[in-house]
């Protein structure tokens, strides 16, 4: 498992682009035959990928986690990410996942297994002390919120599958934006949350689309230069903004102190420098 150690923001302004990627960019993730790791220890998220080929991938724990199962102490959400359909098999039961379907996965579930050839599948984890029941949601199940507008480029779908009023966590909160064609802006005007860690996963985007994403405190921007299912780790003390070069979905998932949708410190456009 790949480890990420926090970057304290007056350190992250001296950072040039290679130190910048290495430190909040998840560039490989997805690999045939493989479940990738990477842990960010501001919160001390985990983030996956699984890409499953003839035979189902084990979720077994890194040493790291120091557990005898990954949901020992964990809970986790695996979304798929991937055109084909995935099968997730936790305590013995099958749950098939269509595109943006998602499995909520508690503490304590055991001998967790990722099928299906040519599925992606994308994994949140966040620390847990309490358990909560396994949950499926369909993506046409899910809380949807249309926002943005034309003239801001910015017309968007918002979807909560693992949220307050959602599906029951301990402290993971996740959902799925989509952008409608001719939209490239998200999150715009940007803001904080020094609350909880972001992460977030782009897709989408086609081999050669890219998102410009804004990352770094307000007076102090910087910018990644993000492929096509590529995640980035956004620190309590960092702004998360981006355009694209086209239309795109990107997941986002938190954990930190609340579950609340609006705790979040809103910066105004004038301020970025």
């Not at 970057?7 to 997805?30: G, I, K, M, Q, Y």
């Not at 994308?122 to 909560?132: D, F, N």
């Not at 001719?182 to 996963?201: A, I, K, Q």
């Amino acid at each position: 498992m790949d480890v990420r150690h926090s970057t304290h923001p007056d350190d992250a302004r001296t950072l040039d682009t290679a130190a910048l990627r290495s430190r909040f960019l998840v560039e490989n993730l997805f690999a045939p035959g493989e479940v990738r790791l990477t842990m960010a220890h501001d919160d001390r998220l985990v983030i996956g990928g699984a890409v499953p080929g003839t035979d189902p991938l084990p979720l077994d724990p890194p040493d790291q986690l120091r557990a005898q199962s990954f949901c020992e102490r964990r809970e986790v959400a695996v979304v798929n990410v991937g055109d084909a359909p995935a099968t997730v098999t936790a305590d013995g039961q099958e749950y098939r996942l269509d595109h943006f379907d998602l499995l909520y996965l508690g503490a304590g579930t055991q001998g967790v297994q990722l099928a299906g050839e040519g599925a992606r599948l994308y994994l949140v984890s966040a620390p847990a002390s309490s358990t909560h029941p396994t949950a499926l949601v369909r993506r046409d199940e899910a809380e949807a919120l249309h926002m943005g507008a034309d003239e801001g480029a910015n017309v968007r779908t918002i979807r909560r599958y693992v949220h307050a009023d959602g599906v029951a966590s301990d402290r993971l909160v996740l959902g799925i934006t989509t952008l409608a064609p001719g939209s490239v802006w998200n999150t715009m005007p940007p803001h904080t949350h020094d609350r909880r860690t972001e992460v977030y996963l782009y897709t989408g985007l086609g081999e050669a689309g890219r998102v410009m994403h804004f990352c770094g405190q307000p007076d102090q921007l910087r910018t990644l230069v993000v492929q096509d299912q590529q995640a980035v780790i956004s620190p309590p003390w960092s702004v998360h903004s981006g355009a694209g070069t086209g239309a795109y979905s990107f997941v986002w998932a938190m954990a930190g102190e609340n579950q609340a949708f609006d705790d979040m410190d809103a910066v105004d456009v004038a301020q970025l420098r």
